[in-house]
């Protein structure tokens, strides 16, 4: 088993930065892929960031130029870091991992975080 504990998220104004963090524990070895999802009502969880095993690192097209995912040397906390931020960014947050998966899909992935609100105001 593998436990997620996110953290970081917050209000800010359009163009404002935020980072976002997300622990993990338990057998972390069993670990491939990390990521990082959002949602807001009535929408369906989406993709916005995955990191796999040999550091390649993928991104939603909303997100790409402005957002970063980044993991600490030992693998065990992984990070968002969220720049000029827009109103459409606010949702909340979710850290996700997977022993294997294809990165931005949430059905491949079995271990989630309980999710840090992000808002963001024009």
């Known amino acids: 088993q593998v436990q997620l504990v996110e953290s970081g998220g917050g209000s800010t104004q359009s163009g404002g930065s935020l980072r976002l963090s997300c622990a993990a524990s338990g057998y972390t070895v069993s670990i491939y892929c990390m990521a990082w999802f959002r949602q807001v009502p009535g929408k369906e969880r989406e993709g916005v960031a995955a990191?796999?095993?040999?550091?390649?690192?993928y991104y939603a097209d909303s997100v790409k130029g402005r957002f970063t995912i980044f993991q600490d040397s030992a693998k065990k906390t992984l990070y968002l870091q969220l720049n000029s931020l827009k109103p459409e960014d606010t949702a909340m947050y979710y850290c996700?991992?997977?022993?294997?998966?294809?990165?931005?899909?949430?059905?491949?992935?079995?271990?989630w975080g309980q999710g840090t609100q992000v808002t963001v105001s024009s």
């Open positions: 996700a991992a997977a022993p294997y998966c294809r990165p931005l899909e949430k059905n491949q992935y079995n271990y």
């Open positions: 990191i796999v095993g040999d550091g390649r690192a």
